[in-house]
C-alpha cells in the first residue's frame, strides 16, 4: 500500500511543478509562496480546528513538539524558496532533474542517519546519479546556466538538498506524530514566517516584478497537499523505506520534463534526454537495489 500512496505523491508532484512554472512566470515570487502557504493552511485547517475544538493543539500539547515542526517549517520554506526562484528561471528540462536527483542525497544522509547499508547495485545508483548532475550542469552551461556564474543553478541544487534533509526529518517525525498533524501544523508555520518575510521585503523595497493573480497559484497548493498526503502516509506505514519512497516520488520528473518540451518547446531536448535516462537508470538501480 506504501508503494502505491508513493507513486500517487509522485503525479501529484509533477502536476504541482507544472503549476509552479505558469505561476512564477513574470510573477513576484514571495507573493505566490505566501499565498502557496495561505492556501495550503487553509486546505488543512480541519485538522487545526478539530484539535482545537477537542481540546488540544496536537503533538501531545507539547512545547517540544510544536518547536520540532516549527524547524520543519523552516526548513521546507528555505527549500521553497530557493526552488521557487530557481523554476522561475531555469528551464524545466533543466530543473526536474536536479530536483529528481534527491533520492541521491536522500540515500546517503538514510546511510548516515539511520544506518540503512547500501549493497552494491545501490552504490552504482548513487553515482550514477552523481554522473546525472554532472551531466545536466553541462546541458545547463550551453544554455547560459553555467555552474560559475548561475545563481539559479546552485539555488535549485541548494533546494534539492534541503528537500533531502526535510524527507529525512520527516522519517523521524513520523515515528512520534501523526502525518496529519504534522502536515496542518507546519503548514501553519510557514505560512506565520512567510507572512512575516513578505511584510519585511515590503517594508524594505516595492517589489521590482508586480503581482498577478493565477488560478495555476491555487493549483499549487491543491496538488502539494494531496501528493504530501499520500507521502506522509506512505512514510508512516511500519514496513516503508524513507530511501525508496524517496526515489518513487522522483518519477515526478517525467510529468514536468514532458510538458516543459511538449508545451515549453524548451531546447537541447536530446542531451536532456539522455541525462534524464541516465537519471532513471539510477533510481531503478536504487529500487532494485533496495
Known amino acids: 500500500m506504501w508503494l502505491i500512496l508513493a507513486l500517487c505523491s509522485a503525479l501529484g508532484l509533477g502536476f504541482y511543478d507544472i503549476m509552479k512554472k505558469i505561476s512564477v512566470r513574470g510573477n513576484n515570487v514571495p507573493t505566490v509562496l505566501l499565498l502557496n502557504t495561505v492556501f495550503g493552511t487553509l486546505l488543512l485547517s480541519p485538522v487545526i480546528v478539530g484539535g482545537l475544538i477537542h481540546g488540544y493543539f496536537g503533538f501531545n500539547n507539547t512545547l517540544v513538539g510544536h518547536m520540532l515542526i516549527g524547524l520543519k517549517a523552516v526548513i521546507v520554506l528555505s527549500s521553497w524558496i530557493l526552488g521557487y526562484f530557481a523554476i522561475k528561471h531555469l ?43 554532472f551531466l545536466i550542469s553541462r546541458i545547463g552551461a550551453k544554455e547560459g546556466f553555467s555552474m560559475r ?82 507521502y506522509f502516509y506512505s512514510l508512516s506505514m511500519p514496513d516503508s523505506m524513507i530511501s525508496v519512497v524517496s526515489m518513487i516520488r522522483r518519477g515526478s520528473v517525467l510529468v514536468s520534463f514532458a510538458y516543459g518540451v511538449l508545451v515549453l518547446h524548451e531546447g537541447h531536448v536530446r542531451e536532456k534526454l539522455i541525462d534524464l535516462g541516465v537519471l532513471l537508470l539510477s533510481l531503478g538501480l536504487l529500487v532494485a537495489g533496495s
Not at 104 to 123: C, P, T
Not at 174 to 179: I, R
Not at 181 to 202: C, D, G, N, T
Not at 220 to 225: D, E, M, Q, R
Request: net charge positive; charged share 10%; glycine share 8%.
Open 91 to 133: 528551464p524545466l528540462t533543466v530543473q526536474g532533474p536536479i530536483n529528481a536527483s534527491r533520492p541521491v542525497i536522500v540515500l546517503v544522509g538514510a546511510l548516515l542517519v539511520f544506518g540503512e547499508r547500501l549493497n552494491l547495485i545501490q552504490w552504482a545508483g548513487i553515482l550514477l546519479g552523481f554522473a546525472s548532475l
Open 149 to 230: 556564474h548561475s545563481r539559479w543553478l546552485w539555488m535549485s541544487i541548494g533546494a534539492t538538498c534541503l528537500g533531502a534533509i526535510s524527507a529525512l526529518y520527516d522519517k523521524y517525525l513520523l515515528g512520534f506524530y501523526k502525518p496529519t498533524e504534522v502536515q496542518a501544523w507546519y503548514s501553519l508555520y510557514q505560512m506565520v514566517l512567510m507572512s512575516i518575510i513578505v511584510f519585511v521585503l515590503r517594508r524594505v523595497h516595492d517589489p521590482s516584478t508586480p503581482f498577478k493573480w493565477r488560478w495555476s497559484i491555487l493549483g499549487i497548493s491543491i496538488f502539494l497537499t494531496s501528493a504530501d498526503l499520500a
